[in-house]
C-alpha cells in the first residue's frame, strides 16, 4: 500500500495567513505600549484657599500638558477632534487660534477629579499655549474675582495664569476655561479675537 503525499498547497495561505494575523497583533500590542501616557493618577492638584475648585483643577492640568501633550482622540484637523467629542456625547465646538499663531495640538477625553467627563483641547505657537478644558455644569454664574469680561467672556488674572470662563447652554450647560500663561492683556487679545 502506498502513502498519499498531498502537497502543501492548501495549507501554505493558511499559515501565511496566521503568520500574518501574529505580526500585525504583535505589532499593534508594541506601538499601544511605546505611546506614552499621562495617567490620570499622576495629576497633583493645588487648591487654593478662596479660589476655584474648576480653575486649579484646570490649571493643574495645563501644566501637565504644557510639558507633554498627547491626543488621546484622532486629532489629525478640528473636524476630527469635535466628532470624537461629539460622539461621546460633549460639545463639538473648537477654538480656532491659527490668527494668533497658535496650532491645534489635539485633544484629550478625561475624568476630572469629581467624576464629570472634561475634554482638553490644546493649542501651541509663537512661544506661548492655550488649553481649552470644557465640562458640564449645574449653573450659569460665573465665578467671582472678574479682571474683565465683554458679556459672554469672563477674563481672569488667576495665581500666575489667565483664564476665561464661557457658559454654553446647548447639551445641558457646558463650561469652557480657556488656561494660558500670556499675559491677560495679550490673553484677552486672543480670546475676543478668535471668538469672532
Known sequence: MYAVVRRPRV???VALAACLAFVMITTRGV???ITPQLPEATLEVVYHPGGVP???????RFDAYDRRFV????SGSFGEVSGAYMDHHMPGFIWNFNGEGMQLAGGRLEKMPDGRQATYTFYRGNG??????RFHVYDDIAPRGVTYSDGEHYFYAYHGYSVCWTYSP???GFVCLLISRQPIKKFIENVVLASQ
Open 71 to 74: 491626543p488621546n482622540v484622532p
Open 128 to 133: 506661548a499655549s492655550i488649553m481649552c478644558t
Open 31 to 33: 506601538r499601544n505600549s
Open 54 to 60: 474648576d480653575f486649579d483643577v484646570a490649571v493643574a
Open 170 to 172: 446647548v447639551g445641558g
Open 11 to 13: 495549507w501554505a495561505p
